[in-house]
């Protein structure tokens, strides 16, 4: 039990910066619903479309009554005209194109930069949870060795008060991260998946168990 107990001290070890997600692999998935259900994605994509159906040409129909009779005309009477204007020289609409594309692509790579930062903090958080249930584990481990030490007169029962303490401490540590981690897992799914964030916070969850 000795040795067990100097073995799991010696692994325990606080998680460095930078963690990665076990299921980094899915990091894909979860940009792929940012791309189709972020709100201000959506909306940045929708001022796109309609700068793309923007006409670079103007038409318009000019109504008259001519009482005059020609040979161009014909009879008098009533006379329609349909003019369609087509600057040669007038960018406009090319340049408020090129800018709403550069707008959305902009959007974009900040909304794709801010997800993978904070799914990295998602990791990290990960991490520390996973180690406190290593020591939450190891405490349990050390409270039974003491446990049978005094069951064996080794050692005198009051070395249990301070282990049962230090298992309260490891327990109360994990639970508490833990429920931070559950909290920041909604918390990040609603802020990037907008209608599809119970979809993320389950991807979330699989990333980061």
Not at 84 to 97: A, F, G, K, N, Y
Not at 145 to 172: F, K, N, T
């Amino acid at each position: 039990m000795v040795s067990r107990g100097l073995a799991l001290l010696l692994l325990i070890s606080l998680p460095a910066t930078g963690a990665e997600c076990p299921g980094a692999a899915r990091l894909e998935e979860a940009l792929e619903i940012l791309g189709t259900a972020n709100p201000v994605l959506r909306a940045e994509g929708a001022e796109y479309a309609e700068a793309l159906r923007q006409r670079s040409w103007a038409a318009r129909l000019d109504l008259g009554y001519d009482t005059n009779t020609s040979l161009e005309s014909g009879a008098a009477g009533a006379r329609a005209a349909l003019r369609v204007e087509i600057p040669l020289w007038d960018r406009t609409s090319s340049l408020e194109r090129a800018k709403a594309h550069a707008d959305l692509t902009a959007t974009q790579a900040a909304a794709r930069q801010a997800l993978l930062t904070d799914v990295q903090s998602l990791c990290e958080l990960a991490s520390q949870v996973a180690a406190l249930d290593t020591l939450r584990a190891f405490a349990r481990d050390r409270l039974a060795y003491r446990q049978e030490r005094v069951d064996e007169g080794i050692d005198p029962a009051d070395v249990l008060w301070s282990e049962a303490e230090a298992m309260q401490r490891a327990e109360h540590d994990w639970r508490r991260e833990r429920g931070r981690l559950e909290a920041l897992r909604l918390t990040l799914a609603r802020r990037h998946g907008g209608a599809e964030w119970q979809r993320l916070r389950t991807l979330f969850e699989a990333m980061t168990q």
